[in-house]
């Protein structure tokens, strides 16, 4: 889930910090995968 892949993030020590910018980037994309892998889920049933 998102929360995860944040806390995920969070632990990772980066060199070069993730711009604010980037970060939003970066949750829109995991929510668009998220409404995708439910849709395959769905579809499957």
Known sequence: TIDR????TKDRVNSKPVSEENMQHLKYEAAN???KIEQLEASKR
């Open 33 to 35: 995968m998220m409404k």
């Open 5 to 8: 892949y944040l806390r995920h």
